[in-house]
């Protein structure tokens, strides 16, 4: 399977695309669709915050990619009125890099870290003390004549994000005075973001359309606004440029995306575990020899959105095939099959 075909229905954003993004991104929180109490609760941090003259607590955003938060990173500085400074937990790999970026902010200005648990120890041990009482200390010398001088910074607010906020230390944790976590979307949402999108993109697509799109993008707008592109593309080179259900069927179906928003390698996991292992319990590594995949590669990218969906169980002896796997495939399960007399 090549790399573009699995990546129609990936939440992670190759670097081409992170423009064509960009200009889909609602820029306040009035044109943030879906995420209802996380915005709800997020403009009431940041209305406080302005009332009082103030930079408002830190943020964490926390939740699966593709869901917005890095969007709504710019829309807190946006509605903030302040600068946003963007970098990520992996390219802060000592402790004097996150100095030099932390000693240039300016007062209330927004700084914006992605993948946040992946930043290195010491430069996290130094945020710290940042986040708190906005002084870092920076060590000058070596060895036992190192000295520690305090230096101040400007008052900033902090705005991480993450897809794992279980690997984040307890003492970061609990110094973001906000956190919020994204959910996956609801297919009205993501209808609605599509009717957007298309306006922004300049194309005409009926409610049909955007129905079927949405129902197979996997809960994810990020997803939802590539199939978008997609039918796009497909409806301007085999039709007249509107996106009809008709349209949007054929060219997700080029692009190998079923109802249900699995791609060939989701499919080719089910049929393994239904075919050749009579429905598990199966080890991942065999698993992914079956499909010819990495270990890693079946359980990131795949196995996420099969266990959400129902479709596959992880079991201690490996994983299952439920009876919506069975179902999808059009397969009878064998009486001894797990789950088989649910089935």
């Known amino acids: 399977m090549s790399d573009y075909e699995r990546d129609a229905v990936s939440a992670d954003a190759e670097s081409d695309e992170r423009a064509l993004e960009g200009a889909l991104r609602p820029r306040n929180l009035d044109d943030f669709v879906g995420q209802e109490r996380v915005r709800e609760q997020l403009s009431l941090v940041l209305r406080g915050a302005q009332r009082r003259g103030r930079a408002p607590d830190h943020v964490l955003l926390s939740g699966g990619p593709g869901l917005g938060k890095t969007t709504l ?24 890099d996150l100095a030099a970026v932390l000693s240039t902010l300016h007062e209330g200005e927004v700084l914006f870290l992605d993948e946040i648990h992946r930043m290195a120890r010491p430069a996290e041990e130094m945020l710290y003390v940042a986040m708190e009482d906005f002084r870092v200390d920076v060590m ?42 994204m959910d996956f979307y609801e297919a009205a949402d993501l209808e609605r973001i599509l009717h957007r999108s298309a306006g922004l993109l300049g194309v005409e697509v009926d409610g049909a359309a955007a129905a079927e799109i949405a129902g197979r993008s996997r809960g994810t707008p990020r997803i939802a606004n590539r199939l978008l592109r997609r039918v796009r593309d497909y409806a301007e080179v085999h039709g007249d440029g509107r996106l009809t ?65 129902g479709f596959i169980a992880r079991t201690p002896r490996g994983r299952v095939a439920t009876p919506d796997a069975w179902g999808h495939l059009g397969i009878t399960p064998p009486p001894d099959a797990a789950f088989g007399a649910a089935a």
């Open 140 to 181: 000058v010398g070596k060895g036992p004549g190192a000295t520690a001088i305090p230096l101040d910074i400007a008052p900033f607010t902090l705005v991480g994000a993450t897809t794992r906020s279980g690997l984040l230390p307890a003492p970061l944790r609990d110094r973001f005075g906000f956190t919020a976590h």
């Open 245 to 309: 259900r008709e349209t949007a069927c054929a060219a997700l179906s080029l692009f190998e995306v079923d109802h249900h928003g699995l791609d060939r390698l989701d499919r080719g996991v089910l049929e393994a575990l239904c075919g050749k292992f009579r429905g598990g319990p199966v080890g991942l590594s065999t698993l992914a020899v079956a499909v010819g995949e990495e270990p890693e590669t079946v359980e990131v990218v795949a196995e996420p959105f099969l266990v959400r969906s």
């Open 73 to 96: 990173a710019m829309i807190i500085a946006a509605e903030l009125g302040a600068p946003l400074r963007i970098s990520s937990g992996p390219a802060i790999e000592r402790s004097g």
